[in-house]
């Protein structure tokens, strides 16, 4: 059973080691296992973590897992978070606990992660044209009738390749592929046209080692997006899979799938799917937001379609992490010791928003406290006022990008609102 081996491998990662290569934790907890040191329910600020340390927060985490859940359910929309965001098994397990149809990867290495912790349903959002993944991929359709995997495809080229890398490997399965919708002109990937859709459906049908099993695209790519551009792009991807099923290109197929989404436009993407017509046979109508689950303090906060849509819940930033101020060398400077290797910093730079006193752990919001730079390892503080900090502060920084913060931790305590350490959740970059 796929979910048996999905509590296996988790069980597996609680009897891991604890050492130098996962960074902030107590020095004084070298050689437990994870599962121990997480038993021990440390607190993050007296119990021995070293700064800097990123922590999730706990009841966040649980609380936009459930509402992505209850979301979905309420839209009729099935959901394979994106997996990249966090690359950590144990959410992946959450999630699907919480109702998701399996997980989205972008390339194959993320693929075989999921493989390997036993996902037994993967949507890979990308062209796969590498001959040596799709060899491995054969293998695993081959070795396990259960598992379900879909891919894009967008190019006639990559089907060429594709085929060819299949029938080298003997594939036994054909590979279900989606042919992607550009998301317009100046988009990222994706065929741009819907005549060019439709001789990439002629191209499949003329392989054995591809199936044709929907449309799908990112409405996260439109250009200048708007809501009439992601709507007005979303009813193209739709009008595609209906033509598509008209000339019968999904032919004896048990669902059909139709897929987009991230975690900017799901709203707008639950409503045009909704007005999907009937088709031949029923929808898998695939959402695949990924930064929902620890949503951030920058740029999700700031385009979450919860915006729009309040009475339907709204997503909780999950992330703090806690640095220490190691320089005051001015009354308007401070450095803390984090910096481009800790926290995300390609979308927007971290916001300081509390201070743990160095002295007595008090707690303090941090008003007039402004990050200005980061370097590698430092972050660049400006303080209106000279007595705003002092060295051997902590700062508890929010950041902007889930995918890019967690990329830098692989092993983050996830704590309770006192600072208690639940337990730590392990990432594969
Ligand atoms: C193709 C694709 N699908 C889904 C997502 C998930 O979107 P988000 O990170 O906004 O949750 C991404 C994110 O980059 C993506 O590239």
Redesign the pocket.
């Known amino acids: 059973m796929a979910g048996e081996r999905l509590a296996q491998e988790l069980t597996d990662l609680a009897d891991e080691k604890v050492d130098h290569r996962f960074k902030a934790l107590p020095p004084d907890a070298a050689g437990r296992t994870v599962g121990e040191l997480a038993a021990e329910r440390r607190n993050l600020f007296t119990d021995g973590f070293t700064t800097p340390v990123l922590a999730l927060s706990a009841a966040s985490v649980e609380h936009n897992l459930a509402l992505l859940e209850t979301y979905t359910a309420r839209h009729g929309l099935a959901f394979a978070p994106?997996g990249?965001?966090s690359m950590a098994p144990q959410l992946f397990a959450r999630q699907l606990a919480h109702g998701a149809w399996g997980i989205?990867a972008?390339v194959p290495h993320q693929a075989r992660v999921y493989r390997d912790f036993g996902i037994q349903r993967i949507f890979l959002?990308?062209e796969v044209v590498d001959a040596a993944a799709l060899h491995w991929l054969a293998g695993e359709l081959a070795a396990d009738p259960d598992f379900r995997f879909i891919c894009y495809v967008d190019s006639v080229r990559g089907i060429e390749l594709m085929d060819a890398a299949l029938r080298a490997a003997e594939a036994t399965r054909p590979v279900d592929v989606v042919i992607e919708l550009g998301a317009g002109e100046g988009a990222r990937t994706g065929a741009r046209t819907e005549v060019e859709c439709r001789e990439l459906a002629d191209a499949i049908a003329g392989v054995d080692t591809l199936r044709l099993v929907g449309v799908a695209g990112?409405e996260?790519?439109v250009p200048d997006a708007d809501e009439e551009r992601v709507t007005a792009w979303l009813r193209r991807l739709v009008a595609l899979a209906a033509d598509l099923d008209a000339c019968g290109r999904f032919a004896d197929l048990d669902e059909i799938v139709v897929s987009a989404?991230?975690?900017?436009w799901f709203d707008t993407v639950a409503e045009v799917f909704a007005d999907l017509p009937e088709l031949s046979a029923p929808i898998l109508k695939l959402l695949?937001?990924?930064?929902?689950v620890s949503h951030d303090d920058g740029h999700?906060r700031h385009l979450t379609p919860f915006n729009r849509v309040p009475d339907e819940g709204a997503l909780q930033p999950a992330f703090r992490l806690w640095a220490q101020v190691v320089s005051r060398p001015t009354p308007e400077q401070a450095f803390l010791n984090a910096g481009k290797r800790d926290a995300a910093y390609d979308l927007d730079l971290p916001r300081a928003q509390t201070v743990r006193s160095g002295r007595d752990g008090t707690l303090r919001p941090a008003a007039g406290i402004t990050v200005t730079g980061l370097s590698d390892q430092h972050a660049w503080l400006r303080t209106e006022h000279a007595g705003d900090l002092e060295v051997g502060d902590w700062v508890a920084l929010g950041l902007s990008h889930?995918?890019t913060s967690f990329d830098k931790w692989q092993l983050i305590p996830l704590v309770e609102e006192d600072g208690t350490v639940v337990d730590f959740i392990r990432t594969f970059f």
């Open positions: 994106h990249k965001t989205t972008a959002a990308n990112y996260g790519e989404g991230g975690s900017a695949r937001s990924g930064a929902y999700y889930p995918c």
